[in-house]
Nanobody, 121 residues
Framework: QVQLVESGGGLVQAGGSLRLSCAAS????????MGWFRQAPGKEREFVAR????????SYADSVKGRFTISRDNARNTAYLQMNSLKPEDTAVYYC??????????????WGRGTQVTVSS
């Protein structure tokens, strides 16, 4: 099966930055649409960002526009989430996900185990 492993989480003060990585194995990474989601304690999982197979198309939640940037390196089978100007409300477990097919709508079939991001005030 496809496996996704997140890394790069940690504890940061408000206004700081982190870069999350998602390493993929067990499939053909360049054929996947990749997405990032997050889940805070007691809240539902929410969409953060996604990126097309080639990396030319991106989409972001309104709450992170202008602060977060999603990218990918198909040669390294890795997706990234650069997070700048972090706020306490960004505190959550961050998950990466993959949609392996080319059919709409986007359907995330595979998920990583998550990495914790904590932003202090």
């Amino acid at each position: 099966q496809v496996q996704l492993v997140e890394s790069g989480g940690g504890l940061v003060q408000a206004g700081g930055s982190l870069r999350l990585s998602c390493a993929a194995s067990g499939g053909t990474f360049s054929t996947y649409i990749m997405g990032w989601f997050r889940q805070a304690p007691g809240k539902e999982r929410e969409f953060v960002a996604r990126i097309s197979r080639s990396g030319s198309g991106t989409s972001y939640a309104d709450s992170v526009k202008g602060r977060f940037t999603i990218s990918r390196d198909n040669a390294r089978n890795t997706a990234y989430l650069q997070m700048n100007s972090l706020k306490p409300e960004d505190t959550a477990v961050y998950y990466c996900a993959a949609d392996r097919d080319i059919f709409p709508p986007v359907n995330y079939d595979y998920w990583g185990r998550g990495t914790q991001v904590t932003v202090s005030s």
